[in-house]
């Protein structure tokens, strides 16, 4: 079975903007053995995009629309749909009602525009938005159906789950799709490719993927079978192949990313975590308790982004940083130490370093940084220097570095 | 004038990949004032594509194809194109001359297969490659042109700028494109453009787009006309109206966004800010610290995840705790003045809330949060309650609002 995808909006027609939504589409309607024959990108004109959408009931059996569903003037998807679709549009009072219900919990009035968000087209059935405003829409015609979706990735996302799925699946013949997932850190895409490719390319039935973001790569080797025994028999013979390829690389045999891995193993070991920070300057804090639950073992810090603060805070010496400069192992270390010390956490990380543009002192180079580890038996530091001075690149793989150093020293 | 353009390939169809080609091309073609109306993203499919091709046509003066100039059997685009402008194609011997000797020159000998990209349309002006074997073509329609150029960025830029742009300037009026930009917070999406919408739609030369993320909004009013100098007054008129429609909700009037602009103010005022971070968990210090020369007025904090680090790093009695719940102005309250005194800071900022999936305590619910502001003058405590229980949301909503509200308190 066949897809087309809409994105519908303007702001994607500029050159800064690109669809996103499409990709996490195909993703999901691929695993429902759908291929994806076509996109688009269509701006806010209603009788360009009924053409559009038109055009893409011709091709194949299940349109996607996504974006246009707001309350503004320029939010035509639903009128370009019914047009397409040569239907009749009538205002539901319940989604009036449910949309003013949801203003009022936000202590807010509905605005009178709104109101356009509770038209519906004849046959079709309203998917719930449980984030949004929107309503979606799923119309079934004589060779399928097409489905309008709201444009907000958040919003989209959730109801594509929820309420397309399950219709979907109805639709589609089975097929089935396993996914086995690995996360590694600490190894270049190209070193990576070049130790698994010659295992994964030997297996016709296995469509694997390496995404690489900073030093973080997921894998994702997809087998597609007519059974779930097949498919997962063949992803059993190709992962003791790759995890002796890629050793201990491989943080992750899930998509669980760095910070999950290392919230899990402190949770059961009873273990606490605090954080020092000063060139990621919060961003490590933020990753640690962007995690549900994370309070268990997170109780916080300090970002100590000024000397002043490192002095005050965390009683670093000022002659040590005056000595040492504060991009030093000198002081990386003590930050460490007495963030373990004044919080009573188990672990510490702490990290300095220079993101840029420019340095602080010059103990360091641009891109040069420090993470350092306060574990019960001793405190370690790790130096690493960046090569490109970009700011949130370094930033992003300091991070990255000190969540990979104590995990490896949180064992198995 | 408008431009459609359709990129081919079916890797551009899978999940992983995007077509990127289109958002450089955009750029030059706006900087022309031409349009850019649609794209498109087809497979390796000669009558589908040449479909699109047609409706392409139908729509739009400008038709640009990128990709599927190969040599390969799945190289598609020059019998597409034939097909929908209906006409002949004819092999061209000084073209495959040419390739043969870029392969000799590279010491190879070229494949059969590479004649096919020798063959040329009628009626189409061949697009020198200088960086690859793929010829583009430039083919006049009744109605403006088709152009083939080739996929990989390298070679299709090198012969865009080259070949397509000179003839481009050519065809199109001469048009000059300036562009007003400004941010907002606190306002909904439908609320500002209620609010906007009747004096923007009354402007015919003047192309708005609003766009929306979180709680922070960007409009982009851009100006289509003849001269530089027509283009700024008419910015110049509708500049004064919006203001005076969107008050002070306004807080940037280019794109920098809320940290940037508070940092300036800070800045200039020679004031310095810390933080006391609960619900943002070090993103609201991640989100400050991320504007290069940050260090100029913000001295970092404390990351009070933890009951435990409330109390020690910033001494809030424990019984305050008890007695208001941690998610609480009081505590809030307490935390920023706290944060203030510590630090040093001119001003502090104290985030406290319920981000999900569960409450820190009873004393408020989820989605529930508050931001205190110390200054110089008193310390406020402003509170919130985020509708939809999104963990990632509320945290990035409350950060958002805690910027505001300084910002607020920054004045002019």
């Known amino acids: 079975m066949n897809a087309e995808i809409i994105a519908v909006g303007s702001e994607m027609l500029t050159p800064e903007r690109l669809d996103t939504n499409s990709l996490w589409l195909t993703n999901e309607l691929n695993d429902l053995g759908v291929e994806v024959i076509a996109k688009h990108i269509v701006g806010d004109q209603r009788e360009r995009l009924a053409g559009e959408i038109r055009r893409a009931m011709d091709n194949a059996e299940i349109v996607i629309v996504s974006g246009g569903l707001g309350p503004t003037e320029d939010d035509v998807t639903?009128?370009?749909?019914?047009?397409?679709?040569?239907?009749?549009?009538?205002?539901?009072?319940?989604?009036?009602?449910?949309?003013?219900?949801?203003?009022?919990?936000?202590?807010?009035?509905?605005?009178?525009?709104?109101?356009?968000?509770?038209?519906?087209?004849?046959?079709?059935?309203?998917?719930?938005?449980?984030?949004?405003?929107?309503?979606?829409?799923?119309?079934?015609?004589?060779?399928?159906?097409?489905?309008?979706?709201?444009?907000?990735?958040?919003?989209?996302?959730?109801?594509?789950?929820?309420?397309?799925?399950?219709?979907?699946?109805?639709?589609?013949?089975?097929?089935?799709?396993?996914?086995?997932?690995?996360?590694?850190?600490?190894?270049?895409?190209a070193a990576l490719d070049e130790a698994i490719s010659p295992i994964y390319s030997s297996y016709k039935k296995i469509t694997t993927t390496v995404l690489a973001h900073n030093s973080d790569i997921q894998i994702h080797f997809r087998a597609r079978c007519p059974s779930d025994a097949e498919a997962n028999a063949l992803l059993e013979q190709i992962r003791p192949k790759i995890e002796t390829a890629l050793g201990d690389f491989i943080y992750s045999r899930n998509a669980d990313p760095l910070e999950v891995v290392v919230g899990?193993?402190?949770?059961?070991?009873?273990?606490?975590?605090?954080?020092?920070?000063?060139?990621?300057?919060?961003?490590?804090?933020?990753?640690?308790?962007?995690?549900?639950?994370?309070?268990?073992?997170?109780?916080?810090?300090?970002?100590?982004?000024?000397?002043?603060?490192?002095?005050?805070?965390?009683?670093?010496?000022?002659?040590?940083?005056?000595?040492?400069g504060p991009v030093s192992s000198e002081v990386t270390a003590a930050m460490a130490t007495a963030a373990r010390a004044r919080t009573g956490a188990t672990w510490s990380i702490a990290v300095t370093g220079?993101?840029?543009?420019?340095?602080?002192?010059?103990?360091?180079?641009?891109?040069?940084?420090?993470?350092?580890?306060?574990?019960?038996?001793?405190?370690?530091?790790?130096?690493?220097?960046?090569?490109?001075?970009?700011?949130?690149?370094?930033?992003?793989?300091?991070?990255?570095?000190?969540?990979?150093?104590?995990?490896?020293?949180?064992?198995?």
Chains 1, 2 share one sequence.
């Open 78 to 189: 639903r009128d370009s749909a019914a047009l397409a679709l040569g239907r009749a549009q009538a205002y539901i009072e319940e989604i009036a009602r449910g949309i003013e219900a949801r203003f009022a919990r936000m202590k807010r009035i509905m605005p009178e525009t709104n109101r356009r968000q509770a038209m519906v087209i004849a046959g079709a059935e309203i998917l719930f938005n449980d984030r949004g405003t929107a309503p979606g829409q799923w119309i079934p015609f004589e060779n399928g159906v097409v489905t309008l979706l709201p444009g907000p990735p958040y919003e989209l996302k959730s109801m594509f789950t929820r309420e397309c799925l399950p219709r979907l699946r109805g639709l589609v013949p089975p097929t089935v799709i396993r996914t086995l997932t690995m996360r590694t850190t600490g190894m270049s895409e």
């Open 264 to 324: 899990r193993k402190l949770q059961a070991a009873g273990a606490t975590l605090s954080v020092a920070e000063s060139a990621t300057g919060g961003g490590l804090a933020d990753r640690i308790s962007s995690v549900p639950g994370s309070s268990a073992w997170f109780l916080g810090g300090m970002v100590t982004y000024s000397r002043r603060l490192k002095v005050e805070l965390l009683g670093i010496p000022a002659d040590l940083i005056d000595r040492c």
């Open 354 to 412: 220079n993101a840029g543009p420019t340095t602080d002192g010059d103990s360091a180079g641009l891109g040069d940084f420090y993470v350092g580890i306060a574990g019960p038996a001793e405190t370690t530091v790790t130096h690493r220097v960046w090569p490109s001075p970009d700011r949130m690149r370094v930033r992003a793989f300091a991070a990255q570095l000190a969540l990979d150093l104590l995990n490896r020293k949180l064992g198995r």
